[in-house]
């Protein structure tokens, strides 16, 4: 937002997350602009995000990232967290371009797999944990993503044609969560998700068996036992020129 305000001050009318999913990034926005509307091409995700409690100035619609349901110069942000790897990433940038007014802002989003984990003095332990976690889950992803997404990010960063943009490659975010929060957490990513359709009951199995170890390494038995998630974001910032 900090970016958006040294460009654009008094100009936060509508904002736009494509790519939503059940709209956890989408909420963030709501304190800032008169109207924010999460997109996803998934009808499932939309009604997952419909069926939280939503501030009144979120609304959802279910569309394609490369075709956005708003008019040539509408939008003030369109921003995707961790979902514009998925996109048609050409078309997305040029629809963006599209419905963005001049001066509007262009966000991307997204961590890498590697999260650490801050607890007391067992720290250490719980992050050899998690890098078990992380390389069971590994078979799972998807060669087009590769070991990181982040070379795509930057590709799009290249690609953008706004004089005004950045990259940074490496912002690491503190978030105070539950071990089960952790957990659901890494449940989002598109490997377990791969894992999960392949086989229930190996995905639940792995899930209780990681959440197991931290636990135990952490000498408590309550999943809701809060830690220090460290993740690892990278994004692109890019502001569309008042005039060609």
């Known amino acids: 937002m900090s970016y958006m305000e040294k460009r654009t001050p008094s100009q936060f009318k509508l904002a736009v997350d494509v790519g939503c999913g059940p709209g956890q990034g989408t909420v963030l926005l709501a304190p800032y602009f008169t109207k924010v509307v999460g997109t996803d091409i998934s009808q499932a995700m939309v009604e997952r995000a419909l069926a939280k409690s939503n501030p009144p100035n979120i609304s959802y619609r279910q569309c394609p990232a490369e075709?956005?349901?708003?008019?040539?110069?509408q939008v003030d942000l369109v921003?995707?967290?961790?979902?514009?790897?998925?996109?048609?990433?050409?078309?997305?940038?040029q629809e963006a371009n599209?419905?963005?007014?001049?001066?509007?802002?262009?966000?991307?989003l997204s961590y890498t797999m590697d999260m650490n984990l801050e607890y007391g003095d067992v720290s250490d332990t719980l992050n050899d944990i998690?890098?078990?976690?992380?390389?069971?889950?590994?078979?799972y992803r998807s060669s087009y993503l590769g070991p990181s997404s982040k070379k795509i990010y930057f590709d799009m960063f290249?690609?953008?044609?706004?004089p005004d943009k950045e990259w940074t490659e490496f912002q690491p975010v503190r978030r105070t969560l539950s071990v089960n929060g952790f957990i659901g957490m890494v449940e989002t990513f598109s490997s377990y998700q791969k894992l999960k359709?392949?086989?229930?009951?190996?995905?639940?199995?792995l899930s209780?068996?990681?959440?197991?170890?931290l636990l135990t390494a952490m000498n408590t038995t309550?999943?809701?036992?809060?830690?220090?998630?460290?993740?690892n974001y990278f994004h692109v910032l890019a502001c569309k020129p008042l005039s060609d």
């Open 67 to 73: 075709e956005l349901p708003f008019t040539s110069g």
């Open 79 to 93: 921003t995707a967290m961790t979902a514009a790897h998925w996109f048609d990433q050409p078309r997305f940038l």
């Open 98 to 108: 599209r419905v963005l007014r001049p001066g509007g802002c262009l966000a991307l």
């Open 130 to 139: 998690c890098q078990e976690f992380y390389t069971a889950l590994l078979p």
């Open 158 to 162: 290249n690609s953008c044609s706004y």
């Open 197 to 205: 359709q392949k086989d229930p009951s190996e995905a639940e199995h």
């Open 208 to 213: 209780n068996k990681f959440r197991s170890k």
């Open 222 to 231: 309550s999943p809701d036992t809060e830690v220090t998630v460290i993740v």
